[in-house]
């Protein structure tokens, strides 16, 4: 399973089967500073980024799920949303911790599973009030509650995230609203696409974080199913909090 | 379909879905994801992996056909644990079965695992896609036997 790198300059092969290809690509995707939010789309070329199953499993293909997995094993938390634990089997990943944004509380119907291994970990940002729903909800399934307020501005959001971190590397892996949350903290962005998406208007699709202007393409990559791979960083005068 | 058309192995693995919850059918399809069996490089001819198209993931399959047992091989990623569920499934449920056996599984197993609820249709639909590989496989293979008798 071959990752190829475009830009920058030169052309570059990573094989994600070896342990020395995946080191290296993630050695050139390391996160810069040292703290990040990084986001990762999986869209077509409307900028969709689910199907009409509430899911991005019709748009995935090539290497998508091994670059994901790989960012996920390296992030000090994954954080999806309610939805996106509803919509699909999501299996607490083995050594990361995953983080649940729900605004109302109400995960019923979630289909999380866990294989039992020791760094398992689930912790469900919510507010307080919410504790007794969110408890029914996981009920037989360890968890902690990160008090947070829906409320509050995106920056609370990254500093209540931030006590799941050891070293602020988060990974945002998607769900409609958790986006609405997380785009404005966000510092990194790769989306897998085939092929670059657009929005028939404004020449980007409609879940681009802030003004496009705002970001730099870092680098480029395709895969053996010609799966691009953009991954852009926020310019400095536009990270949050800048 | 009838209960007698599926392999003794293929019918407990369907009963101890049936058993379960919906969430727990989908801690078990976790569990057949952890336990795929590992293909030994030296029994697999590289170049008889066929790709599962009906798959979004990349899964392989392969089958060793002899009159007596069929052989059912799979490969799936990690990353995709309910797509490599359902091949660890029928890795675990075919492997050892006579041709006969495996021919007669019905085209809608994937369906009788109860898992409609709990995953897409385009994840059963990668399931039945396997299926219908590794039957025409051994479709094949038996076709290879015969004209070298």
Known sequence: MNLYRVLPAPPEVYDLASEEGQRDFLELSAAMGSESVRAIMVTNSAGDTVDDSGTSES?????????????RENADAVIVGASTIRSEPVPLPRTTPL???????????????????????????SAPSHRESLAGALEGMPW??????????????????????????????????????????????????????????????????????????????????????????????????? | MSESALPPSLAAIRE?????????????????????PV?????????????????????????DTTPAEVMVYASAPEESPTTRGF?????????????????AVPPDFPLQLGLQNAVSMLRLRGMSGMLWRIKRQVDEGLAELAATK
């Open chain 1, 59 to 71: 748009l995935s293909r090539g290497a998508d799920r091994k670059v994901l997995g790989l960012l």
């Open chain 1, 144 to 242: 902690e509650l990160l008090p947070w307020d829906t409320e509050a501005p995106p920056e609370e959001l990254q500093r209540v995230l931030k006590e799941t971190s050891s070293s602020g590397h988060l990974l945002v892996e998607g769900g409609r609203k958790v986006w609405e949350f997380c785009a404005p903290i966000t510092t990194e962005l790769l989306i897998a696409t085939i092929p670059p998406p657009r929005d028939s208007h404004e020449g980007i699709p409609p879940w681009w974080p802030g003004s496009p202007g705002n970001w730099e393409l870092r680098s480029l990559f395709t895969d053996d199913a010609k799966m691009l791979y953009y991954r852009h960083e926020i310019a400095a005068a536009a990270r949050p909090g800048a």
């Open chain 2, 87 to 103: 091949a660890s499934i029928l890795v675990q449920g075919l492997h050892g079965m006579n041709p006969q056996q495996v021919l």
């Open chain 1, 99 to 125: 983080v649940v944004l729900s605004a109302s509380g109400n995960l019923h119907g979630h289909k999380l599973l866990s294989r039992g291994a020791p760094g398992e970990r689930l912790v469900v940002a």
């Open chain 2, 39 to 63: 293909v030994p490089e030296e029994l697999v001819d590289p170049d008889a992996w066929e790709r599962v198209e009906e798959c979004q993931s990349p899964v392989f399959i392969t089958v």
């Open chain 2, 16 to 36: 101890d879905f049936l058993a379960l919850s919906v969430q727990d059918r989908l801690q078990l399809l976790l569990e057949f994801s952890d336990t795929l």
